[in-house]
């Protein structure tokens, strides 16, 4: 496909997800299915075209005055990729297969993508209704926040010490120039293509036995933070796909217990592969089991229970783009509703001296600050254990992730923008 096709490719997909309201990614299949003849080469720089057009979707819709998916992908070539107003016309010349010629409007605009007198949900491109709670959070800067999470994301690794040493995977994985982690010893950064393409790291041989697994740097940092000790009983209240349980057993060197429970058990599904192929052997996996409280011998007892909350996952928004768009009002009040139970309910768990992790993937102060002052109100016997207290759990690092991170008094937001990560907040609150 010629790369104006491939630009009417992505009108075609945004206007079918104007329509239907779902995920980019199905979207993106349904079109592959359809277009069997397009290569991996065109589905991955259309899925960029995508993916780029609703990073800077306001922005775009500003610049063009419109936000109809051909206004919002030519704006995108704009603000996003710096394409000027030739270059554009260049590739939407009416051609066969290729978008329209621009119309006077068009070039007019193109021809000075200009966003200084934009208001700031529109040049941190996230939805307007989220503005006066990011103003809470970051006041003046939620531009520039905003900015960094409408960018593309690395991808990051994380060294599975159970398996390899962080020097032998960098060595393995040389072709990939990976760096390593700025806070996390344990990540590794691989930078995408130009079009935002991955490189297929599960066939790689490091990954397939076990040396690696992908996850966000932000997301290691929260689990070294959580303070997880070899030979401690450990709870991960709400464990998924076992992102966070594998980097625990790893930094328990699959010493002591660590239970992994989550309410939905086709969530964990994927867990069970992941601990055999991790090589870990100190997790037992809880599943719910209709109205027992498969939990109950577990009271009292814990040293540690993280909580990796169900939130809106704002701070994931440079992998997740469509997400911001679609995310609703409603939506963030069951998120906080819920997060408040999981809170209440992770108590009765710890013993005397141990402790809450309580991490979201989320900006909101209403999911994070605001979700432990509540907390501590109604639980009198827990307190904050302060953010530099718990960053000594990456040594030296941790006073530059301190440096970095958005600090209040219960804990440490980490975003693009500050420490180079997708968005997390930390907080550890320890029972008297
Ligand atoms: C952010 S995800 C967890 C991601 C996972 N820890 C990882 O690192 O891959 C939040 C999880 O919380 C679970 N959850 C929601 N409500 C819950 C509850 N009341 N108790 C336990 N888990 C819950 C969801 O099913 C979801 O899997």
Not at 144 to 152: I, K, N, S
Not at 175 to 192: C, K, N, T, V
Not at 226 to 238: I, K, N
């Amino acid at each position: 496909m010629t790369p104006a096709a491939r630009l009417s490719a992505a009108i075609d997909i945004l206007a079918d997800l104007a329509v239907r309201r779902r995920p980019a990614s199905e979207s993106l299949k349904d079109w592959g299915l359809r277009h069997r003849f397009a290569g991996s080469g065109d589905r991955a720089a259309i899925a960029g075209l995508v993916f780029d057009t609703l990073r800077r979707r306001a922005s775009a819709a500003y610049v063009m005055g419109s936000d109809e998916p051909r206004a919002l992908v030519l704006g995108m070539l704009a603000v996003m990729r710096g394409l000027d107003l030739d270059a554009i016309a260049r590739l939407a010349d009416g051609s066969r297969f290729a978008p329209a010629q621009l119309s006077a409007d068009e070039r007019t605009r193109l021809a000075d993508p200009n966003l200084e007198t934009a208001p700031p949900w529109v040049k941190g491109d996230y939805a307007q209704w989220l503005d006066p709670s990011l103003a809470r959070t970051f006041g003046a800067e939620r531009v520039d926040e905003g900015r960094a999470l409408a960018a593309r994301a690395p991808l990051d690794l994380r060294v599975n010490t159970l398996v390899a040493a962080p020097d032998a995977v960098l060595q393995e994985l040389a072709h990939l120039s990976p760096e390593p982690g700025r806070f996390s010893p344990l990540a590794l950064r691989i930078q995408l293509d130009t079009e935002g393409k991955a490189p297929p790291l599960t066939s790689e041989a490091a990954f397939v036995k076990g040396a690696v697994e992908v996850q966000d740097e932000g997301s290691q940092i929260a689990a070294i933070l959580a303070g997880p000790m070899p030979g401690a009983q450990v709870l991960d209240l709400c464990a998924g796909a076992g992102g966070k349980t594998l980097a625990l057993a790893g930094l328990m060197d699959n010493k002591g217990q660590l239970y992994a429970y989550d309410s939905d058990i086709r969530r964990l599904k994927p867990i069970h592969e992941r601990l055999q192929r991790a090589q870990v052997r100190n997790v037992q996996v809880r599943a719910p089991r209709g109205a027992a409280d498969v939990l109950a011998d577990l009271e009292g007892r814990m040293d540690l229970v993280l909580i990796d909350a169900p939130c809106t996952g704002t701070g994931t928004w440079r992998r997740n783009p469509d997400a911001k768009w679609r995310m609703r009002p409603g939506a963030l009040a069951e998120r906080i509703a819920e997060q408040a139970r999981i809170l209440a309910d992770a108590a009765r768990f710890v013993r005397p001296g141990g402790r809450i992790a309580y991490v979201t993937c989320s900006l909101l102060d209403e999911e994070n600050g605001a979700q432990i002052r509540g907390f501590l109100e109604s639980h009198p016997d827990f307190s904050v254990v302060p953010p530099l207290e718990t960053v000594l759990a990456l040594g030296s690092r941790g006073l530059g992730l301190r440096a970095a991170a958005l600090e209040s008094a219960e804990g440490l937001l980490l975003t693009p923008r500050r420490t180079g990560t997708d968005g997390f907040y930390i907080s550890v609150v320890r029972r008297e």
